[in-house]
DNA sequence: GTAGGACCTGACACCAATGTGAGGGGCAAG
DNA sequence: CTTGCCCCTCACATTGGTGTCAGGTCCTAC
């Protein structure tokens, strides 16, 4: 399979695809002339990344990551443990927006006393 | 008052002042060899647009509110309405990074059954 | 007048994933 | 062999507030 019809197949840009590859995420095997060779393993594997930026995780994150999914169970408490700081990475996002929000909540509330 | 000391008045850095008369926030005269000059009312012009930024807005959304902000009453409700997109703007926020977190959540009740 | 600190402008760096374009090679069908 | 599409690499743009140089100028105290 080549790249574009590895893009077609996951709804991803060929662009993004070759972004992945820089990062390490993929390793594509090339044919004589230098094209992109991928199995069709790769389906799963880039939906897997795709599931990974949809949990708000960053390619840095996914570095750490991707090498510990599939392993052997062994490890699974470490990759665990990884995730869980994730989730808390974004428990923390979500609570400064809140208190953003509050802050112009009180903002709103005190129109009209503004005099700058 | 020059700009070392309206920094060290509001904790600001020199940076951001000149980046805030960059976007138009702030206008000070100058002296005659071009040094920036502010009165003593730039404090508490400062600290408002702090709050702006605290409150989660960017450098667009405050060229738009700025001009509002103390001027007569018949705008109020027009700057109400620009705050309370800004809020909205905040919830949409929240409401993207929680849905992250639940597609991470199910990731991680689903490990262990990954194979690629 | 001189030292040293405060100030000036201009510009690059940061973070991250993707878009986009240039310039060129590969491949299959007619 | 040509046409046309797919692929290659390299590299710059995007977003935004701030840090941080570099190379000069200004001001104040001595």
């Not at 197949?9 to 991928?38: C, D, H, K, M």
């Not at 090498?67 to 996002?93: G, V």
């Amino acid at each position: 399979m080549r790249i574009g019809e590895l893009a077609s197949a996951t709804g991803v840009s060929v662009r993004s695809l070759r972004y992945y590859e820089n990062q390490g995420f993929l390793s594509p095997e090339r044919s004589v002339s230098g094209q992109r060779i991928y199995g069709p393993e790769s389906v799963q594997r880039v939906e897997l990344i795709q599931r990974l930026f949809d949990a708000g995780l960053c390619s840095k994150a996914m570095t750490d990551i991707l090498p510990f999914i599939a392993d052997p169970r062994p490890r699974a408490a470490a990759l665990e443990a990884r995730l869980l700081k994730e989730r808390e990475r974004l428990s923390n996002d979500i609570a400064k927006i809140e208190r953003s929000r509050e802050s112009l909540d009180q903002l709103i509330s005190e129109m009209g006393r503004f005099s700058t």
